[in-house]
């Protein structure tokens, strides 16, 4: 199990991430307008620096639903080859069959 503080940190990051993402696509989208003139391009990117960085969808962090174990994640599953292993053992997962011989 992850610790908690350290699910909660990457909950916040997704929060804040949902909530800046159309502010932050905006001012991308004005930044790399050519068309635009320089000085409101700058402003956009001068903006889009001083937005906090826990905004950006990049820092949010693939974690197990179960056990918030961040590596070997199944993106289908949302869940760690670990915990997908434990479940397909006992038998809680349609279609999967775990074999032994």
């Given at each position: 199990?992850?610790?908690?503080?350290?699910?909660?940190?990457?909950?916040r990051?997704?929060?804040?991430?949902?909530?800046h993402?159309?502010?932050?696509?905006?001012?991308?989208?004005?930044?790399?307008?050519?068309?635009?003139?320089?000085?409101?391009?700058?402003?956009?990117?001068?903006?889009?620096?001083?937005?906090?960085?826990n905004?950006?969808?990049?820092?949010?962090?693939?974690?197990?639903?179960?056990?918030?174990r961040?590596?070997?994640?199944?993106?289908?599953?949302?869940?760690?080859?670990?915990?997908?292993?434990?479940?397909?053992s006992?038998?809680?997962?349609?279609?999967?069959?775990?074999?032994?011989?």
């Open positions: 199990m992850a610790k908690k503080s350290s699910i909660e940190k990457n909950n990051r997704a929060r804040l991430a949902t909530q993402a159309a502010k932050r696509e905006r001012l991308k989208a004005v930044a790399k307008d050519k068309s635009i003139p320089i000085e409101e391009r700058f402003l956009a990117t001068v903006t889009l620096a001083q937005m906090p960085r905004g950006a969808r990049i820092r949010v962090r693939n974690r197990c639903e179960l056990t918030g961040p590596r070997g994640v199944y993106r289908k599953f949302k869940i760690s080859r670990i915990a997908l292993r434990d479940l397909g006992t038998g809680q997962i349609p279609g999967v069959v775990k074999s032994s011989w």
